[in-house]
Structures are given as C-alpha cells and as structure tokens.
C-alpha cells in the first residue's frame, strides 16, 4: 500500500541556517504530496502542495518539488526563523480518501 | 465562522463516563474524518464519511462511535473509554478524496482518561 517515509527528528537550527527535511514515499498510482505544519497546541495546516511529477509547491519561503523518478518530495527552507518551530508531516494522497502521513519531524530553531 | 471547528478543546472524562466531541465544517466539503495523535506514535486514521454515508472504519474499538447528521458536523461519541485512549483527536475535511486540495484540520480536542 501507499506509505511515506520522513527523516527523524528532532531537527535542532539556529535561526538563518538551512532546513532539509527528506521525504520519500510508495505509491502504486500517481499521488498528489503535501508538506502539513503543526505548531504548538494547534491542529495540522497543511503548508504546500503538488499534484503532479516536477511540480514545485511553495509558501512562506518553504519548496518542495515532486520528484517522480527519486520518488521524494524534501521540504526546504533557506533562511528559518524561530517561529518555524514546529512538527512537519509529509503527505501523500491517492484520491481514495486516504491521506497518508509520515510519522512527523520535529524541528526547533534557536535564536 | 470559517473552516473546521472543534470543540471542546481540553476534555478530561473518567472511564465511566460518556462523552462527545463535535466537529463542524464551514467549507462546503463533502468528506469528514476523525484522527487520533498520540505522543510518540503516528496519526492514526480512525473514520471516513464520504456525503454523510462512512465509508472507512480502521478497526477502531467500539468504545468510539462516530455520528455524521449531515455534511457539515461530525460528532465522536465517546463511552467506558481507557487512559491509553488520552490523545489529541483530529477532525479534518476534504472535497471529495482531498487528493487535489488536501484536508483541512481543526485544531483538534486534547482528551485525558482518568
């Protein structure tokens, strides 16, 4: 069946620095990815997506492109802020009413 | 309002108590589901309602009984629940399967078994 696979945390940066969160998935048709952020006491939102291979989804500085042929979607940030503290799950979506998630990298950045 | 609303947000019950979560959904979706997040394990899947008929049940015990009135609420009920079953659980919506616009999640109640 489908399933995703993202990097373990937790992931601790100094604000400015580079943030790399992997993410690889198993899918047996063509599924969309999304990247979904939950922040502190808070339900998830989902942060980017793409629905086709080479599509590049982005938001609020963050990129991830759908790569068919590595079977990846890694979410990326060049410049992190304190307020991006929080846990990132990778997605995957099949169009049969199943989103399925990676299990979550936590990722904390110190001022 | 706007999108998906939970409520309560905090719940402590006792194991023999009976108890309901509500979720409401604003977007004109066709699709609702429950979620359960635990500390240290992944988001598990628990129903799926597709135009209020559900149509995934991932082996949840009976203990939880989801209600879907019509397209835009969704309720948990919840009864003789146990202190493994403290969690945050998650509503979220889709149009259809979510596989072009993704789900949206509410804020999610944080329940504790005592």
């Known amino acids: 069946g489908d399933s995703v696979t993202q990097m373990e945390g937790p992931v601790t940066l100094s604000e400015e620095a580079f943030l790399t969160i992997n993410c690889t998935y198993t899918?047996?048709?063509?599924?969309?990815l999304f990247w979904y952020v939950q922040y502190p006491g808070e339900g998830l939102q989902l942060l980017l997506k793409?629905?086709?291979?080479?599509d590049k989804g982005s938001n609020k500085g963050f990129e991830a492109t759908y790569r068919k042929e590595t079977t990846s979607f890694h979410l990326e940030k060049g410049s992190v802020q304190v307020s991006d503290s929080a846990v990132y799950f990778c997605?995957?979506?099949?169009?049969?009413?199943?989103?399925?998630f990676g299990a979550g990298t936590t990722v904390t950045v110190r001022a | 309002e706007t999108g998906v609303t939970q409520t309560p947000r905090h719940l402590v019950m006792g194991m023999t108590n009976k108890k309901s979560l509500k979720c409401e959904q604003h977007?004109?979706?066709?699709?609702m589901y429950w979620y359960k997040q635990s500390a240290k394990k992944p988001l598990e899947l628990m129903f799926v309602?597709?135009?209020?008929?559900?149509?995934e049940n991932n082996s949840v015990p009976s203990r939880f009984s989801p209600e879907c009135p019509n397209s835009s609420h969704l309720f948990l009920h919840l009864h003789t629940l146990q202190p493994e079953d403290s969690a945050l659980y998650l509503c979220?919506?889709?149009?259809?399967?979510?596989?072009?616009?993704?789900?949206?999640f509410g804020s999610g109640t944080r329940l504790t078994v005592v």
């Open positions: 793409a629905t086709k291979a080479d």
């Open positions: 977007l004109g979706h066709n699709a």
């Open positions: 309602y597709s135009l209020e008929e559900r149509v």
């Open positions: 899918a047996t048709g063509y599924p969309s």
């Open positions: 997605a995957l979506s099949d169009y049969d009413y199943k989103l399925s």
């Open positions: 979220a919506s889709s149009q259809d399967g979510g596989g072009i616009g993704g789900y949206t």
